[in-house]
């Protein structure tokens, strides 16, 4: 193990040994404290979260917290995973264990699950969801696959929202901050029948950009997001139950500001000469982009238009639990139809260099059939069959400036004098069904042995090309289209995973584990060379887990570990190259071997009655150990051994304090947490410009609950103002980066009745 790591475990376990040994004295005083018990679904069925030989973080109270306000903010509370915002349809990038993923090409499927009530949510976009009407917040780190099935083989997020009550009842939330936010949150609640309920919720958010735009003195990366939904609840008799959701969210936020990384060098520089409306003392020979785009900086871009999008999503969800004796069966329908337009600035510069119009619609059916309960008092089984269809078509208009020179890419790539556009277009349909099941025996008094399984047969379909459509400023005209292709393959895999434990006493489990993880192929449709579509191979990972679930102090203390090792076989990696005729597009290729282990740790303590504590740190080594590739677009297959993962900090650490006390006739809270991660790389060749510094986050909230139904908050996020930009590299013409939010602070009201 390298020295790295043994002073991370010896820095941790020196807290974890302070913060239990400090406060025994005080512990055995207030034995009556207890931490609550933690039900979690992560195996499909409600369990204590100390009697699962899984790998995972549940987040409940934390998601009351006024500083916690999306999905982003989970990295603040579990071990080993960053969470950033994709730089396009407001998608979320999220690593766990250093598998990450960042496109929005729907061709390519995500290594981490995302599943709302039980529906997996089959595409990135949308996936930073807000934390408002949430009751948990499962993440399952490592292959998930026996179980959550379709493309988790990093790991799962598993969100719960509330239950209809079936009782009359309204949460809700009014906020106002920094940036001129509003927010308006509600939930209803009220009865139908005397067995059903029906639950109603919206949001409404609003915020102006954190960018200066340098150009038009405009905020550009505002927030525009509306939400609306319906959950219906009914008891059809003792045994069997249903509810209905129905969901649309449209969200009109700007994708950001991007900001220039270009160098003297790179074309967006240099091709700025001789341009209408730009002289040359606005860019004389050499300047590079530090003059030509002055104030171009963490919080001011020279992009001359914003990045903005329009999205529609319909979601919609039919589950069906009936009891049967000893036995449950469920059902869960779920339907999703999302359609995004967006635009994209890729070059960050004052003048139309480079930029993209996009339209994704995409839709998605699936269905789960599911059964569980006791064969005998010492086996119990969970078992299932699902199927998945969905269907997206995609265009992409692609500008460039080359028309102020009279030359630009043509369909087929080179160079084509007039040629100013392109147009890409691609269409597929996946299709998957799968059955599996998961066997716990409890075989003596203290030992239990679970096995499972998935297998999966998967077919995808792609057709697209270039049409060949083609802009002249002063005219339009349609060249010949190039070829259109239609391609088709399918795959099958059985992922079994084995896991023995031991409940060693009352408090202390220990437990080994083996999961074998499964992605499927495909055809990347963003290939402006038709005839060189790039399809890929599927991807495989075993992963080996030893671990520790442990209470202490009459339950006052809980301290969770985990040592973990996977080894992935045909990793698939999507990479920015530019080839000899300088047209730069993605590829996606597989890496030969990905090998990583770590270590993940998790403590959390009631201190006093008043205050808790909770800390987590997160160990990894992640490269590759064997990859053999073209990743530069010359044709020249490299050795990209050792190159380091994308977004796998070594080291994540989060900590934090939770303090209450009577005050009046209310309650006053304080709440404080710290996020710190190790540097990572954004860019596949780990290009030192792709390179993400080290940094540490301060979040922090107070607030006073009066009456039994009011409260008001006030908080501040990244209260130490630290600033970072993921890079996008697009050698030789462009480089952009798009920074995380500033420090920004706000108010909440919330009132419940």
């Known amino acids: 193990m390298k020295k790295g790591y043994l002073t991370g475990a010896s820095f941790l376990g020196g807290m974890v040994v302070a913060g239990l040994v400090t406060p025994i004295t005080a512990l055995a005083q207030e034995s009556r404290l207890a931490l609550e018990e933690v039900i979690v679904t992560a195996r499909k069925r409600e369990e204590s979260l100390q009697d699962v030989a899984v790998s995972v973080t549940a987040i409940t109270s934390q998601l009351d917290l006024a500083s916690v306000q999306s999905l982003q903010d989970l990295q603040n509370f579990v071990p080993n995973v960053v969470i950033d915002q994709t730089p396009a349809n407001n998608g979320a990038t999220i690593s766990i264990r250093g598998i990450s993923f960042q496109e929005t090409d729907k061709s390519l499927d995500s290594p981490v699950g995302v599943i709302l009530d039980g529906v997996y949510l089959g595409v990135t976009a949308g996936q930073l969801l807000n934390n408002f009407d949430l009751e948990r917040i499962e993440v399952l780190r490592g292959p998930q696959g026996t179980l959550f099935g379709k493309n988790t083989i990093a790991g799962a997020v598993n969100v719960i929202r509330t239950a209809p009550t079936k009782e009359w009842g309204v949460k809700a939330k009014v906020g106002a901050g920094d940036f001129d936010k509003q927010e308006f949150q509600a939930v209803v609640n009220t009865p139908l029948t005397e067995s059903g309920g029906l639950k109603l919720y919206g949001s409404s958010i609003e915020r102006d950009g954190y960018f200066k735009d340098n150009i038009y003195g405009d905020d550009i990366g505002k927030v525009d997001y509306q939400q609306i939904g319906a959950t219906m609840a009914f008891d059809i008799s003792d045994a069997l139950n249903l509810s209905f959701t129905a969901e649309r969210?449209?969200?009109?936020?700007?994708?950001?500001?991007?900001?220039?990384?270009?160098?003297?060098?790179?074309?967006?520089?240099?091709?700025?000469?001789?341009?209408?409306?730009?002289?040359?003392?606005?860019?004389?020979?050499?300047?590079?982009?530090?003059?030509?785009?002055?104030?171009?900086?963490?919080?001011?871009?020279?992009?001359?238009?914003?990045?903005?999008?329009?999205?529609?999503?319909?979601?919609?969800?039919?589950?069906?639990?009936?009891?049967?004796?000893?036995?449950?069966?469920?059902?869960?329908?779920?339907?999703?139809?999302?359609?995004?337009?967006?635009?994209?600035?890729?070059?960050?510069?004052?003048?139309?260099?480079?930029?993209?119009?996009?339209?994704?619609?995409?839709?998605?059916?699936?269905?789960?059939?599911?059964?569980?309960?006791?064969?005998?008092?010492?086996?119990?089984?969970?078992?299932?069959?699902?199927?998945?269809?969905?269907?997206?078509?995609?265009?992409?208009?692609?500008?460039?400036m080359w028309y102020y020179f009279g030359i630009?890419?043509?369909?087929?790539?080179?160079?084509?004098?007039?040629?100013?556009?392109?147009?890409?277009?691609?269409?597929?349909?996946?299709?998957?069904?799968?059955?599996?099941?998961?066997?716990?025996?409890?075989?003596?008094?203290?030992?239990?042995?679970?096995?499972?399984?998935?297998?999966?047969?998967?077919?995808?379909?792609?057709?697209?090309?270039?049409?060949?459509?083609?802009?002249?400023?002063?005219?339009?005209?349609?060249?010949?289209?190039?070829?259109?292709?239609?391609?088709?393959?399918?795959?099958?895999?059985?992922?079994?995973?084995?896991?023995?434990?031991?409940?060693?006493?009352?408090?202390?489990m220990l437990f080994g584990s083996f999961s074998n993880g499964f992605k499927s192929g495909g055809f990347f449709a963003r290939t402006p060379d038709i005839n060189g579509l790039n399809s890929y191979d599927p991807e495989y990972v075993d992963t080996w887990e030893l671990g520790v679930k442990s209470e202490w102090w009459d339950n006052r203390a809980r301290f969770n570990a985990t040592a973990f090792y996977s080894d992935y076989s045909d990793k698939q990696e999507d990479v920015i190259v530019a080839n000899a005729s300088g047209e730069v597009g993605t590829i996606v290729t597989n890496a030969s071997d990905v090998e990583m282990y770590g270590l993940e740790l998790e403590f959390t303590a009631l201190l006093t009655e008043k205050l808790s504590l909770f800390m987590n740190l997160g160990l990894l080594d992640s490269e590759y150990s064997k990859f053999d590739a073209d990743i530069s677009g010359d044709g020249v297959v490299t050795d990209n051994s050792g190159l380091d993962l994308r977004n796998a900090p070594k080291t994540t650490f989060g900590a934090g304090?939770?303090?209450?006390?009577?005050?009046?006739?209310?309650?006053?809270?304080?709440?404080?947490?710290?996020?710190?991660?190790?540097?990572?790389?954004?860019?596949?060749q780990n290009n030192p410009l792709g390179e993400v510094k080290s940094a540490g986050f301060h979040n922090a909230s107070i607030d006073y609950s009066f009456l039994d139904n009011y409260q008001i908050s006030v908080y501040g996020r990244n209260l130490s103002d630290e600033r970072y930009a993921r890079v996008v590299l697009i050698t030789p013409v462009s480089n952009f980066g798009q920074y995380n939010e500033p420090r920004n602070y706000g108010v909440e009201f919330i009132v419940k009745f």
Not at 411 to 436: C, F
Not at 455 to 484: H, L, M, N, Q, R
């Open 249 to 400: 969210i449209e969200d009109d936020s700007d994708l950001g500001a991007f900001a220039n990384f270009n160098t003297t060098g790179d074309l967006t520089c240099l091709s700025t000469l001789g341009i209408p409306g730009v002289t040359q003392s606005d860019a004389p020979p050499g300047s590079g982009c530090m003059d030509f785009d002055d104030q171009s900086d963490e919080d001011h871009s020279s992009q001359n238009k914003p990045n903005s999008s329009e999205v529609t999503n319909d979601y919609y969800n039919l589950t069906v639990n009936w009891a049967l004796g000893d036995w449950n069966l469920a059902s869960i329908t779920g339907y999703v139809n999302r359609d995004e337009d967006f635009r994209l600035e890729y070059d960050a510069s004052r003048v139309e260099f480079l930029y993209i119009d996009a339209a994704h619609d995409y839709e998605q059916t699936s269905q789960e059939f599911r059964i569980d309960g006791n064969i005998s008092d010492d086996i119990h089984l969970v078992a299932g069959l699902y199927y998945w269809d969905s269907e997206w078509k995609q265009s992409q208009e692609s500008f460039d």
């Open 408 to 508: 630009g890419f043509g369909p087929e790539g080179g160079l084509n004098p007039g040629d100013v556009s392109q147009l890409l277009t691609g269409k597929g349909d996946n299709e998957a069904y799968a059955a599996y099941a998961s066997v716990d025996w409890a075989f003596s008094e203290n030992w239990l042995l679970n096995l499972g399984g998935r297998y999966t047969y998967e077919e995808k379909t792609f057709t697209g090309g270039s049409p060949g459509f083609t802009y002249v400023p002063g005219d339009f005209y349609i060249v010949p289209p190039g070829p259109i292709r239609h391609l088709d393959d399918n795959w099958n895999e059985f992922s079994p995973r084995v896991a023995l434990q031991y409940q060693m006493s009352d408090d202390v």
């Open 657 to 684: 304090l939770d303090w209450v006390q009577p005050v009046g006739s209310g309650e006053l809270g304080a709440h404080y947490n710290y996020y710190w991660r190790d540097d990572y790389q954004t860019i596949f």
